[in-house]
Every structure is written in structure tokens, then in C-alpha cells.
């Protein structure tokens, strides 16, 4: 290392001047210092340790203190060590007592209060003010829950406007320390999140975001205006980022802002975008003649950035290791500092090397110390902030204010902040690291080192569209324009490659807008019922002869097919069945993971597998498959479902009759000509639409239809079952039956659930898609301990929902699937009305099949609402008084498919999992939405008659298995001894 580097000798004056004593959250000393390092040393115990802080709020007897406390850190095999055991209940006493609790609570509160100021402005009063009076500066944020509805968010902007006026009472004769520059710096400074203001911000809801949040941000940028003051847009995950800089861009460009430069936005240096982010606002202040505050920090989300992007498959926006995030921090703070005409620069950082090269550069480029600024968390790093501060540097503090309970999520980050291993904190005072070595310079990112290949081998889930990328969202627009363009058309039957342009006509709507037809199916009768299954029994003989390899590659056509089509095949759900652009996307991405796993599966299957065999005995064990299939599908997964059930059969040797839903042909005709344009023999797949109960009970019970995929309604599925098992003059096989039906779902709400994460998970599980999954959630199971709270903001959280037209982007919920079921729907909402209490939310459209998202409280125990599949957005709210009955009551239904459990008890988390009936269970979070190879789908009881779809049984049940076993031996020579 260069001994001379300007930054190399800043960083040593740095570190000369740093007090010895130990940031607070590191000294040993102190109850939480000690428990840090202890967290450090052993791994597990930080696990616990951080989730049990994280739960802790919820906590609120000493009884459940208690319990938890054994859950976590005493639970199997891991025993507390004595001095663990001590310092968490503060006390020798023993876990059980309601005192060791309360001093564990007291010394909780007051670990939390290192990193929070206090509960409220008033309380933080004295905190502010002990800052004040040593010279330091700060900017203060308000913690808070997400804001998950519309009465949240207000709340928080009208705390936030209090928060404001608050301080500009307490500041108004206050000047910044110098030699902070007034203009530049004012005293009274607040940080603002665009994601508390405004409940539907999300990356699909673009337009509107950006909207709603410019409108939010307004009536506080006026205030913080009027008092002179300073107003920071904090950055949150990386899926917000470009809202927030586009409404603060267009909330500055108001008239009514011009010209002021009283607000600042931060960015992250951890994201791969951030540098051109920072052109884009240096462009924008430039060309407006402004300046705007840019605070660069490194960036709080990186675990969640990079377990999101690679739960999705998406490239990650942050950057692989520590040191290019830091790498990167220097780039953009040089690029800061070269352009102080038109942008203020605000550095938000603990690390030596990076102060050090910060004020190095602000040296080499002339600014100076006034005209920047160093900020730094509250309750980290005093030992740099002393420093600094004898070096003249104003160092101003990120102060949180808030409750403790919505306080947990900022706490927990800062408590993974400093143990994480790279972090410097860590590195610089516990580990000890050589102070050289922390000064040396971050590496840079090279972006050709980091690229992975598309092409490995084996099965990858087909990643999810990412809305916040702009060509995404415009290329959806431009698909429903295009496919709209194509509505209307007739759709003809087709058998043995032959189409019958005629029949019993199916006419398709938009049910977002019924006047729209999107296409004209023609039915089959019973003749052409005949044709197809004459058809499929001649094609099999040529199918079934074709090699495992030969059938696998149709399948792999047809996903290459609508890879390339993926976005008309989501306008086509859009227009014909109600799905929103995310619900749409993911039905389509999840028909092509079905074709390309079950197209490997059957690789893995297809050939001949050797057995035990003896000297003289050749055993071997292939199977073949079961002859014609007759798929018949519904109509809320329209291609994902048909395209499941089509391509198992299909791929295992089968030929195949295709019935769709009448109410989804035409998406069906989508799914038929995927596998003709990949090349399909003729005869091997037939596309036989027509209403259920004109065509379907004669194809079930035809003598040489062999099996039945199906999946729809638990009543017609046993239908199905009923009549396949009645044997029919001529009939060689007992027909398979592979039934997928529906579910009472249920999700329990533990007592110390997450609220935050329970209420959004159920109200994704209840009404995305409307409710029309076979997964949806229609019952919430909550504990007594939690339930006025959790349906509190659960029933705001539901007025909160916007209905609307599927192929708006603003509209989470659509309409529902038609005209009939909607009136059923309706009818089960008046029988919880006259049975117990409603809450709905807004008014829902006219024009389309809409029902508006509803709750149905305080039903009598035998309310059929409690009972029934009601495939809409209807969801019952029922009250347990503990664990014992709310399993009771998730378990008493007859269907099990899926069910979910929020809670932060390991305890209850290991019954639950033990006790649910239900063939899907998800553990703190939504209960639909699983993908092919991770979660294998599908329930029993009266749910389903089949193994798991997406999972390596699935192929299984289109085939049946056959042993041949072969004497090698004649007269007395084996061709094995011999050999
Ligand atoms: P549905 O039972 O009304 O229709 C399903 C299919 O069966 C349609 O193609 C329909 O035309 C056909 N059909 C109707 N009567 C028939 C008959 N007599 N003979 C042969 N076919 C007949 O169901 P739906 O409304 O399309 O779908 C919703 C239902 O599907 C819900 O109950 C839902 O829970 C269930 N579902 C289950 C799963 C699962 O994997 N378990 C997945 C999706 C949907």
C-alpha cells in the first residue's frame, strides 16, 4: 500500500484520532455489548438470538416470554450455556419467572432504545436535545408498521406532518453547527419513505405509484418548506427505487418547488444501477438549474435483495461482495463531489477506508467541509463520529424515532449490520483487524467476471416477469392491444389434424368487460366425441413406439414456443379470464416449467432399468404407457393446468383428448397450438372443447378412453370417478383416474405472528386472482391473543384493494369468472350477512362480473360458509382461543389442500406442521403461487385423488409399470458365467 496516498494517510488520522474505548453495542460491559459478541462467536446463537428479538414485541405476557425463550435457545439439543441463560433473563433465578422476564424486557427496551430515540417526538425530546447541545446534528425518521391500507398511510403522513411541525418549534432559532452552510444544510431535517405513504406501491402499479407518492410527498415538502427546513427521501428495496425517483423528479418539478433545494433522495452504492442513477439526477438538477442532496449510503436490504432475486431467478441488482459495494461507494461519491455545482453531497457510512477517501477527494476536487456532509446511525460508531468530529467534519446522525413493536425490522437490520462478518464495524472492533488492511482499497467489480451461463444443464423455473424493468410493462400493455386486435375470431375443433369449423358454438367474453367477446369456440358432439377417440386409439400405436427422447423434445419445442409468445399468452389470460398481469405471468411461466420438467422427467423415467438379477435371470422393469388419456380442465390456471395434465400424458406415450373449460377455450386453443406448432403427429392430441355435461360424461364413460386427468370442482371430479369406475360393454382397462379438486383453505394466525407479514400474506392468499385458486385462502383462523389487532388491519387492509379491469395494472383484484358464479358468490356474501357480520371493501365496476373483496366475521359454527368452496373473494374470519382449536378448527373440513400458519414459535410451527391436514402447508407466507419442482402440488382428502403435479410421482400415474423377466439360460449356459 502507498504509505503517501492522500486517502492511505486520512485514514490513519482517522484511526489515530478514534477514541479506544468500543462502540456502544459492542461493550462487554453492557447486557446486549456482551450478548453481541457472544452472537458473533457462535452462529446458531445469532439465528436465535435475532429472531427472538424480532418476535419479542409480540410477546406481551410473561408466560409467552417464557415459552418462547425455551423455544428458542433451549429447545433439542442446544442448551443454553449458564452464561447465555444469564445474560438473557438477567437473572439466576431460572427461566420461568414472571421477574426474569420483566427485567428481560427492560433490558430489551433498552438495547432497542441504543438504536431508536424514543416512542414519539416528545419522548426523543431529550435525546435530540443531548445531541443538540454537543454540537451534533441529525435527521429524523419515523418508523413505522408497513402501511398496508389507506387508513395506515394517512396515519403516517399526519404523524409525519406532527413529527415536522414538532421540530420546527423546538428548531426554528436553531442554525447548523458550523462550518455546515446554512443554505445547504438546515437544522430541522427529516427523512421521509415513499412506501409508508401509500399501500398499493409495487412495481406493477407503476403509473399510479409514482402518482400517488408525488401527491403524498406534497403536503410534506410544503410543510418542511414553510419551516425552513430539509427533507431526505429514504431509499428502500430495489423494487421501490425507481418510483421514488421518478415522484420525487416530478414532485420537484412542480411549479410550486422550483427553485428550492431543500430536498434529497438517497441512493445505494450496493446496486449495480445506482451510478447511472446518479447521472440521470445530475442531468435533471443540471438542466433545471438546481441543486439536489444526494445522501450515498451502501445500503440496508442486501440479504433481501439478494434471497429475492435468486428465489425469482432474476439477475441480482446488488453487487456480490462487500468490497464492490464499496468500490462502487467511490465512484459515485467522486462523481458527487466533481459535480458540487449541481448536486450536494451527503455520505452516509462507518467505514474508515471510505470517510477516509471521501474527505481525501473532497480535498483533491476543492470542496469544502461545509459543503458536504458525513452522516451516521444513530447509536454506531461513536469512536468515528468523535474522530471525525475533531477533524471538523459535522457529522449529522440518522435519528429513528418510533414504537418498538414496528421498530423491530430497523432493529434487527442494524443488529445484522454489525455482526455481519464483512461488515467494517465488526472487522475493526471486535475482530481486530489490522488497521492497514481495512485502509486498503475495495476491489472493483468487473461485470464480465460475474456472468453466469443461461445454459446449465437441468431444470431452471422460468423467472417471473420483473415489473419494475419499464420494457416489461410496455410490453404487456402492447400485448393486450395486440391480442385485443385478434378477439373474435372462431376457433374450430380439430381431430386427427382435420379441422370442424362447426358444432355447438362457445361464445367467450371478457368478463372485465362482457360486451367483449374474445372468441367463438366450436363444441363437440357426440360423433366427433366418437372421431377423436377413434382417432387417438390409431395414433397410438405410432406415439407410443416413439422414444422417450422424441417425446420430451415436443415438449421442450413448445416451451421454446411460448418462451417466444410468453407475452400474448399473458394478454390472452388477461382478456379471456380476469388474471392481472402478475396472475397472468405466472400461470404462463408455470406451463412452461411443466413442460420442460416433465419433459426431463421423462428422460429420467423412459428406457429400461435393470433389477436384481440372478446368474441365468434378467429382470427388467420399464414402463409404458396407459393408452388414451382424456384431459379435462378448468378454467381459472387455463394454461398452466391444461398444459400440466396435456404434456404428462402426452410425454409418457399417451395420446390425448384436450377438453378445455368453457369458460377459457380460447386460452385452451392457445394451449393446443403450442403443442401443434412443436410438432405434434397428427391424431396424437385432439382439441375436443364443449360444455362438461353435453360431451363429458359420454368421453368418460367411452369404452376406450383408458384414464382421466381432470381438475376442477370436488363435485364433478367424483362425478368423473363414479361413472370411470362402471365398466362399459368392451372396455379392456379400469380407467385411471388422476382428480385434482378443491379446497376449504385455511391459514392460522399465532399470537405472536408478524402482523406486518400475516395481514399482507392473507390478503394475497384470499384475493389475488379474486379468490379463484384451488390454494386461495376463504378462512382465517386467529388466535384470541391477536385478533382485534390482526382484523383490524386486516379489514383495512381489504377497503385498501382496488377492483377494476384485469388489464389495468392499478386493479390488484379483477372481476370474477362470469355472471352465474358471481350471483353464487353474491349469495353466499347475503348468507354471511344474515348469518354474522360483513365487511367489504369500495364500490366495485358495473360494467363486468366484479365482486368486491369480503370478510365474513362472527359466523355461527355450522355456517355453510364455513364449510363450502366458494371460489371467490369471500373470506371467513374465525376467532380460536388457543393452538388445540384452531388446528381443530383448519382440520374440519373435508378437503386438504392447502393451509398456512404465521407464527415465530418454533413449538407451534413443529405441531402444525405435524397436525395440519392439508397436502400444501407454507409457514409465514401466502398460501398460493407454487412452482413446479419446489412445491409439488396437490391435496388428498377429499381435495384430490392424485399425486402431486410439479413433483417426480407426477409422470407415474400416466403409465403402468411392467417387468420382463427373461431364463438366459439354455441347457445349462449362461451367457453371464461364460462371460
Ligand atoms: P368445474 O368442475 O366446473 O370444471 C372443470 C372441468 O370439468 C371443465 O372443463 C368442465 O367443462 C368440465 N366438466 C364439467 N362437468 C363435466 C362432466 N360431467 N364430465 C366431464 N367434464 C365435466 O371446475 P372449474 O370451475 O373449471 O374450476 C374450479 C374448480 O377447480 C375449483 O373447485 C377449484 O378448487 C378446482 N381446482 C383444483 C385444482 C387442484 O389442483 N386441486 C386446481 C385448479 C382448480
Keep these: 500500500m502507498d504509505a503517501n496516498d492522500p486517502v492511505v494517510e486520512k485514514g490513519r488520522e482517522i484511526f489515530s484520532l478514534m477514541e479506544a474505548e468500543q462502540p456502544a453495542v459492542f461493550d462487554r460491559h453492557r447486557w446486549a455489548g456482551e450478548l453481541m459478541h457472544l452472537a458473533m462467536k457462535d452462529p446458531h446463537l445469532k439465528v436465535q438470538l435475532f429472531r427472538f428479538v424480532d418476535a419479542f414485541p409480540t410477546l406481551t405476557s410473561s408466560e409467552l416470554i417464557t415459552r418462547h425463550l425455551r423455544e428458542y435457545f433451549l429447545s433439542g439439543e442446544a442448551h443454553l450455556s449458564p452464561i447465555v441463560q444469564q445474560l438473557l433473563v438477567g437473572a439466576s433465578s431460572g427461566l420461568a419467572s414472571g421477574v426474569t422476564s420483566a427485567i428481560l424486557r427492560r433490558n430489551i427496551m433498552s438495547f432497542a432504545r441504543t438504536f431508536i430515540a424514543g416512542e414519539t417526538p416528545a419522548s426523543a425530546g431529550k435525546t435530540l436535545q443531548r445531541l443538540r447541545e454537543t454540537g451534533r446534528t441529525f435527521t429524523v425518521d419515523l418508523l413505522g408498521e408497513a402501511a398496508l391500507s389507506e387508513q395506515e398511510s394517512s396515519r403516517y403522513s399526519d404523524l409525519y406532518l406532527e413529527l415536522v411541525e414538532h421540530l420546527a418549534a423546538d428548531l426554528r432559532h436553531r442554525h447548523a453547527p458550523a462550518p455546515l452552510r446554512e443554505d445547504l444544510f438546515p437544522y430541522l431535517n427529516v427523512s421521509v419513505k415513499a412506501s409508508s405513504l401509500f399501500p398499493r406501491i409495487g412495481p406493477l402499479n407503476y403509473e399510479e405509484s409514482v402518482e400517488q407518492v408525488r401527491v403524498r410527498l406534497r403536503p410534506i415538502f410544503r410543510k418542511v418548506r414553510e419551516a425552513g427546513g430539509f427533507i431526505n427521501l429514504d431509499m428502500e428495496m430495489f423494487s421501490l427505487k425507481n418510483i421514488t425517483i421518478e415522484s420525487f423528479i416530478a414532485l420537484l418539478d412542480e411549479e410550486e418547488f422550483a427553485g428550492w433545494n431543500g430536498a434529497g433522495i438517497a441512493l445505494q452504492a450496493y446496486l449495480k444501477e445506482t451510478e447511472e442513477d446518479l447521472y440521470r439526477l445530475a442531468e435533471w438538477a443540471e438542466s433545471g438549474r438546481r441543486k439536489v442532496t444526494v445522501r450515498l449510503v451502501k445500503g440496508a436490504y442486501w440479504e433481501y435483495e439478494t434471497v429475492n432475486a435468486a428465489q425469482k431467478g432474476w439477475p441480482s441488482p446488488v453487487f456480490p461482495r462487500k468490497t464492490h459495494t464499496d468500490w462502487n461507494f467511490e465512484r459515485c461519491a467522486e462523481f458527487m463531489l466533481r459535480n458540487s455545482h449541481c448536486i450536494t453531497s451527503a455520505f452516509g457510512t462507518h467505514n474508515v477506508r471510505t470517510l477516509a477517501f471521501v474527505l481525501a477527494t473532497a480535498e483533491r476536487v476543492s470542496v469544502p467541509s461545509g459543503e458536504f456532509e458525513v452522516q451516521m446511525l444513530y447509536g454506531m460508531a461513536e469512536p468515528v463520529k468523535s474522530a471525525l468530529r475533531e477533524m471538523g467534519q459535522v457529522v449529522r446522525e440518522y435519528v429513528p424515532i418510533g414504537e418498538l413493536l414496528p421498530g423491530m425490522a430497523y432493529l434487527v437490520r442494524r443488529l445484522l449490520e454489525n455482526t455481519s462478518n464483512e461488515g467494517f464495524l465488526r472487522q475493526a472492533f471486535v475482530e481486530n483487524v489490522d488497521r492497514d488492511a481495512l485502509l486498503a482499497p475495495p476491489e472493483p467489480w468487473r461485470r464480465e467476471e460475474h456472468v453466469v451461463s443461461s445454459e446449465e444443464p437441468g431444470f431452471r423455473n422460468e423467472p417471473p416477469l420483473d415489473f419494475s424493468l419499464p420494457e416489461n410493462r410496455r410490453g404487456c400493455r402492447e400485448a393486450v392491444q395486440r391480442v385485443r386486435g385478434k378477439l373474435g375470431s372462431l376457433y374450430p375443433v380439430v381431430i386427427d389434424g382435420k379441422e370442424y369449423p362447426a358444432g355447438n358454438s362457445i361464445e367467450s367474453r371478457n368478463p372485465s368487460n362482457p360486451d367483449e367477446i374474445v372468441g367463438t369456440v366450436f363444441g363437440i358432439d357426440r360423433e366427433l366425441a366418437d372421431r ?240 379463484q385458486k384451488c390454494s386461495a385462502c376463504s378462512r382465517v383462523i386467529v388466535l384470541a391473543g391477536c385478533y382485534d389487532r390482526f382484523v383490524q388491519r386486516l379489514a383495512d387492509a381489504v377497503r385498501t384493494i382496488a377492483v377494476g379491469p384485469a388489464e389495468d395494472p392499478a386493479c390488484f383484484m379483477g372481476p370474477v369468472i362470469e355472471g352465474g358464479p358471481r350471483d353464487v358468490i353474491l349469495g353466499y356474501i347475503e348468507t354471511a350477512r344474515e348469518e354474522g357480520r360483513v365487511i367489504q371493501g369500495g364500490p366495485v365496476p358495473e360494467s363486468g362480473w366484479y365482486v368486491p373483496p369480503t370478510l365474513a366475521l362472527d359466523l355461527p359454527p355450522e355456517s355453510r360458509l364455513l364449510r363450502e368452496e366458494i371460489f371467490g373473494p369471500v373470506l371467513a374470519v374465525m376467532r380460536a382461543k388457543d393452538l388445540d382449536e384452531a388446528l381443530r378448527l383448519a382440520n374440519g373440513t373435508d378437503f386438504a389442500l392447502t393451509g398456512g400458519v404465521y407464527s415465530r414459535s418454533p413449538a407451534t410451527i413443529q405441531r402444525v406442521m405435524a397436525e395440519f391436514r392439508a397436502g400444501n402447508l407454507y409457514i409465514n407466507r401466502s398460501i398460493t403461487g407454487a412452482i413446479v419442482g419446489r412445491q409439488p402440488f396437490g391435496g388428498f382428502g377429499m381435495s384430490g385423488l392424485g399425486s402431486k403435479a410439479g413433483g417426480s410421482d407426477y409422470l407415474l400415474q400416466f403409465m403402468v409399470p411392467r417387468v420382463i423377466t427373461e431364463n438366459t439360460m439354455r441347457r445349462g449356459f449362461t451367457p453371464e458365467v461364460i462371460a
Design 532 to 771: 377423436a377417440v377413434a382417432s387417438a386409439v390409431k395414433a397410438q400405436a405410432v406415439w407410443r413406439a416413439a422414444s422417450a427422447q422424441e417425446r420430451a423434445d415436443v415438449l421442450f419445442r413448445a416451451a421454446a414456443i411460448a418462451r417466444r409468445d410468453r407475452l400474448e399468452l399473458l394478454a390472452w389470460q388477461v382478456l379471456e379470464t380476469g388474471k392481472n398481469w402478475a396472475e397472468a405471468d405466472a400461470d404462463v411461466i408455470e406451463a412452461i416449467d411443466y413442460l420442460e420438467y416433465y419433459g426431463r422427467e421423462m428422460l429420467r423415467l423412459g428406457g429400461r432399468r435393470r433389477l436384481i438379477c440372478p446368474p441365468g435371470e434378467e429382470n427388467l422393469y420399464h414402463y409404458q404407457p396407459r393408452g388414451v388419456g382424456l384431459v379435462i380442465a378448468p378454467w381459472n390456471f387455463p394454461l398452466a393446468i391444461s398444459v400440466g395434465m396435456t404434456a404428462a400424458a402426452l410425454v409418457t406415450g399417451n395420446t390425448v383428448l384436450y377438453k378445455p373449460s368453457s369458460l377459457s377455450p380460447v386460452n385452451g386453443w392457445q394451449m393446443f397450438r403450442l403443442f401443434r406448432e412443436a410438432g405434434l403427429p397428427d391424431g396424437v392430441l385432439s382439441f375436443v372443447p364443449g360444455k362438461g355435461e353435453a360431451v363429458g360424461d359420454h368421453l368418460v364413460a367411452h369404452t376406450d378412453i383408458d384414464f382421466i386427468a381432470f381438475t376442477g370442482s370436488r363435485e364433478v371430479g367424483l362425478h368423473i370417478v363414479e361413472l370411470a369406475g362402471r365398466k362399459a360393454y368392451g372396455q379392456r382397462s379400469v380407467k385411471h383416474c388422476v382428480i385434482e379438486m378443491g379446497g376449504k383453505n385455511a391459514i392460522i394466525v399465532d399470537e405472536d405472528a408478524d402482523l406486518d407479514q400475516a395481514v399482507a400474506g392473507v390478503v394475497h392468499s384470499a384475493f389475488s386472482y379474486q379468490g
